[in-house]
């Protein structure tokens, strides 16, 4: 028999959790092998089932690429029955994960202390919108409120002119982002439970989540504030900067010069675009230059050297752009990808459409059955050499709630009952 390589194989997971955050967590803890039951409110389930949905009888897409090879449990955990089977699942239980609005779990009588006498073993890990302890640690937090406080929208976007304002990432720093650091925290403590014999508590903020992918913007402010300017911004030099961190546009974000440039289809294709970074090294500025034809420049004091091209930086762009209007972002790509940083900017579609994804696997297609058929979904983003995870589809609401119950031993009787009274099941509206 082939060995069992899944590495949280042997592992039960609670998934109180619902949106993005917390199932883009608990969708990792299944692909890792874990056992993730999904709790879902009886009747309804996850607000994403009939969230952005394609078809008005179908889940939609978004509910199935976060819940891939999870089970489906229908429980009502405010009723006493349903109190007493949660408490029983959460006794045999490894991980317990939430993402309820702040409190809500204490009200339910499942707080981290409460939780931790009834499983001593469990990691009960919260995803929350602020840290504990912040101003802002009771507010109703979204993908965008989290960006916005943790200062990914304040330096996000175009430096001048009409949109000039704050502006949204369109990955999901608040969202998914949380879930991966979530993530690491779990599997942390799942080392450090082999360690010490007992659970803890692993809180991971979205705000956090945000402010650890803006560390180098951290950075940016510590030399504003020694020295009142950055010298790889656009901004730098003839622009001013008024004490805070600005918005960026494209720079790359290091000491190289980084930009997006226009390629002759722009005007009719929204992503024909290019990005190239020049290199601060006095090497690869002469190769860039060969590459390029830009041989002038290695002896024109203007930009031969790294402080010259930084002062001296739109000049750099407006001639780079000049060289890139006549050809594809495909082009010119080809053309420097052996000597040079460069990308095309490419569209979710052509994505979608890159043969080579699938390959590797950085994208999926799950077979979901029914109606719905396959999908296409963002794969495990690590690899193993020994492991690949099942892609199994998203369980229908309830689909395995008889399942857990039989598990913990409810008779079929008790089943019947906690249907009736509303724990298991919805009980519909008089008329």
């Known amino acids: 028999m082939a060995q069992n390589t899944a590495p949280l194989q042997g592992l039960k997971v609670i998934d109180f959790t619902s949106v993005q955050s917390g199932p883009s967590c608990t969708q990792m803890l299944a692909w890792f092998g874990a056992e993730v039951i999904k709790i879902e409110r009886p009747g309804v389930g996850d607000a994403t089932r009939t969230e952005l949905q394609f078809d008005p009888t179908l889940p939609s897409y978004y509910y199935l690429q976060l819940n891939s090879d999870k089970k489906s449990f229908e429980l009502d955990a405010a009723t006493p029955d349903g109190k007493a089977i949660l408490t029983k699942m959460l006794e045999g239980a490894d991980i317990f ?34 840290p ?19 200062g990914a929208a304040a330096t996000t976007g175009w430096y001048e002119g009409e949109y000039n304002i704050p502006t949204q990432s369109g990955a999901a720093l608040g969202d998914s982002n949380t879930g991966m650091h979530m993530l690491i925290g779990i599997l942390a403590a799942v080392i450090q439970r082999e360690k010490t014999g007992e659970g803890c508590y692993v809180y991971q903020s979205m705000y956090n989540a945000c402010l ?3 560390r180098i913007k951290t950075r940016d402010q510590l030399t504003l504030d020694k020295i009142g300017y950055l010298t790889q911004y656009p901004q730098y030099p003839d622009g001013k900067f008024n004490g805070e961190v600005p918005r960026s546009g494209n720079i790359e974000g290091g000491g190289v010069l980084g930009w997006c440039y226009r390629c002759k289809n722009y005007q009719t294709d ?28 290695l002896t024109n004091p203007d930009f031969s050297t790294p402080d010259a091209r930084d002062k001296n930086k739109q000049k750099v762009i407006e001639r780079i752009q000049a060289w890139c209007i006549d050809k594809s972002k495909y082009e010119v790509n080809d053309l420097l990808k052996a000597h040079i940083p460069v990308a095309p900017v490419l569209s979710i579609k052509e994505i979608m ?5 699938y390959e590797n696997q950085s994208l999926v297609k799950i077979n979901q059955g029914g109606k719905v058929g396959e999908f296409v979904t963002v794969g495990c983003p690590c690899t193993f050499s020994n492991y690949k995870p099942n892609y199994g589809p998203a369980p229908e609401l309830g689909a395995n709630t008889a399942e857990v119950l039989t598990a913990l031993g409810y008779t079929a009787e008790q089943q019947a009952a906690f249907k009736a009274n509303g724990t298991t099941a919805r009980i519909p509206k008089a008329k």
């Open 97 to 130: 994960v939430e993402n309820l609005h702040p409190g809500a779990m204490d009200k339910l009588g499942f707080s981290w202390e409460e939780v931790h006498k009834i499983n001593p073993r469990i990691i009960y890990a919260t995803i929350k919108g602020f």
């Open 132 to 150: 504990e302890g912040s101003p802002y640690a009771n507010n109703k937090a979204y993908e965008p409120v989290a960006q916005s406080a943790a």
């Open 212 to 214: 650890n992918l803006c």
């Open 270 to 297: 929204n992503n024909d675009y290019v990005y190239i970074v020049v290199e601060r090294t006095a090497s690869a500025f002469k190769t860039f230059c060969e590459v390029m034809g830009f041989e002038d420049w």
């Open 353 to 357: 459409n890159m043969p080579s994804n």
